[in-house]
């Protein structure tokens, strides 16, 4: 296999992941946007759990969105790594084209990925609870954002975690 075959192979393994990852966050969203439109759900919610039903709910508002945070930062790596692999494949002439794509794979893209996720979840978040303001029985809830948003943290700290014990290294 020659060095361009495994740039091409490289390339297309992106190209799919990146498919595949943006593919996930809109499914996911569809799923939280099928959820926030279900009128009275506290009360259906309630009668299930009881006295924990608060507790349940809470939980379940910061895993949808740490798990749209980490959707989001794996599709937008993906692409990152379709914009590197195109880069290369490209035959750059000088060093100048090189040094440019290689910057969507460095820390900065990293930190990059995870700041843009970390926004778009959030901002997801908040048009979710303005949706729900629109939903018979339901209410839009600031306090409901910030427990969204610390689910994005705890999955960006398990994101963290998990590169960590991966690379051994620190990040």
């Not at 926030?36 to 759990?49: G, Y």
């Amino acid at each position: 296999m020659t060095s361009e075959d495994k740039q091409q192979s490289v390339l297309i393994r992106a190209r799919i992941q990146t498919v595949l990852y943006s593919s996930l966050v809109l499914i996911w969203m569809v799923i939280i946007f099928a959820f926030s439109s279900q009128p009275d759900s506290n009360e259906v919610t309630k009668s299930i759990f009881g006295i924990f039903n608060i507790i349940v709910r809470k939980f379940a508002h910061m895993t949808e969105f740490g798990l749209l945070f980490l959707l989001c930062f794996k599709a937008i790596r993906a692409t990152q790594m379709v914009r590197y692999s195109s880069h290369q494949s490209a035959k750059p002439v000088g060093i100048f084209l090189f040094r440019f794509s290689k910057k969507y794979l460095s820390a900065s893209g990293h930190w990059r990925a995870i700041i843009l996720a970390a926004i778009f979840s959030i901002i997801y978040a908040a048009s979710d609870e303005c949706h729900q303001s629109f939903v018979p029985g339901r209410s839009a809830a600031l306090s409901d954002v910030l427990v969204d948003t610390v689910g994005i943290l705890i999955a960006f700290l398990f994101l963290k975690h998990q590169e960590r014990r991966n690379s051994g290294s620190k990040v």
